[in-house]
């Protein structure tokens, strides 16, 4: 009788307790809340399978899942920059993925050469100009922006952060240290000011006419131009007669020690899927990974351009050789 009693009060206190869905996923997210609550909402909506979420900057994450180890909460890491991706997958913090639908929907340049992680929406790093002073077929290479005509006449965002990083990483990887080194230089000494802290203050400059050409992300450029439709300032394709365009991915990966594995595997596929791969894109005016996906109309309105199908995990082989390179070219 004393047991039956227990058992009761057992059941009644277990009753009350909050109930954990089994296929409930936790992501640790490194891409800002508006831009991913929509694609959690979208997926809970159409499937029923709960998202829990935490947004911080990549570092932090990085370290949090490290320190958490086996005991970690979080199936799945979202972050910028393949760099960070690569990073997280060679500090073991990722599992490797065997996915049909993954490696069907992701070009192969795209995701990590093991399947720890993939790209989701891609980023092309490029030139911008002043449509008031400069002619595109003056325009021809990331390279060129060295040659001399262009002295006190270039902007360049800083070399602290890591889309610049992996800019440099990658022209490595094609041109060899010494030649990247030699390009690097010559922007330095083409510079009309120092160093922006972001993309968005080097393209003001530009149409302030305090310089006539830079590197950005294209998102930050159609973000502007929707702000201000009437800025004297328009993209260009560089190196297409050669490698293609630089581009650099967000993208995700499954955790090591994923406690809902089959969910999470479930969702990056969905991710990688038509209504995801706009969503996922759209948002930021980014181009989807998944070339069967169109960009936005905003996006394509841009142009279409061949991109550099070297894999993006170069970014990250190669990022503390370019930050070193960087540094001996005077790039601040």
């Given at each position: 009788m004393r047991f039956l009693k227990q058992a009761m009060v057992l059941l009644i206190v277990m009753?009350?307790?909050p109930v954990m869905a089994a296929d409930e996923i936790v992501v640790y997210s490194?891409?800002?809340e508006q831009l991913i609550k929509p694609l959690f909402d979208a997926y809970t909506a159409e499937t029923g399978t709960p998202i829990k979420f935490i947004t911080d900057k990549e570092g932090p994450l990085l370290e949090k899942l490290k320190a958490e180890g086996a005991n970690t909460p979080a199936d799945l890491l979202i972050t910028v920059d393949a760099g960070n991706l690569w990073l997280a997958a060679k500090e073991g913090v990722l599992a490797q993925v065997n996915s049909k639908a993954l490696k069907t929907n992701i070009p192969a340049h795209l995701r990590d050469p093991d399947n720890r992680w993939f790209g989701l929406s891609v980023r092309a790093r490029t030139i911008v100009y002043s449509t008031a002073r400069v002619k595109p077929s003056q325009l021809s290479t990331y390279e060129a922006l060295g040659d001399t005509k262009w002295k006190g006449r270039l902007c360049l965002r800083t070399s602290k952060k890591v889309y610049n990083q992996s800019l440099v990483a990658m022209m490595i990887a094609r041109l060899g240290e010494a030649k990247t080194e030699k390009v690097v230089t010559s922007w330095v000494a083409n510079l009309a000011?120092?160093?922006f802290p972001d993309d968005t203050k080097l393209m003001e400059a530009i149409a302030a006419g305090q310089c006539d050409v830079g590197i950005v992300n294209t998102y930050y450029y159609g973000r502007l131009k929707q702000k201000q439709p009437e800025a004297p300032i328009a993209l260009f394709w560089p190196n297409q007669k050669d490698?293609?365009?630089?581009?650099?991915?967000?993208?995700?990966?499954?955790?090591a020690h994923a406690k809902h594995r089959e969910a999470a595997v479930k969702f990056l596929e969905w991710l990688s899927s038509k209504k995801a791969q706009n969503l996922f894109a759209d948002e930021n005016l980014e181009y989807p990974a998944?070339?069967?996906i169109k960009p936005h109309a905003s996006v394509a309105a841009w142009g279409k351009f061949k991109q550099d199908t070297i894999n993006v995990s170069k970014a990250g082989s190669l990022q503390a050789q370019a930050v070193m390179l960087m540094?001996?070219?005077g790039y601040k």
């Open positions: 009753s009350t307790l490194a891409r800002n000011t120092d160093p490698r293609g365009v630089h581009v650099n991915v967000s993208g995700a990966g499954v955790t998944n070339p069967k540094d001996r070219a």
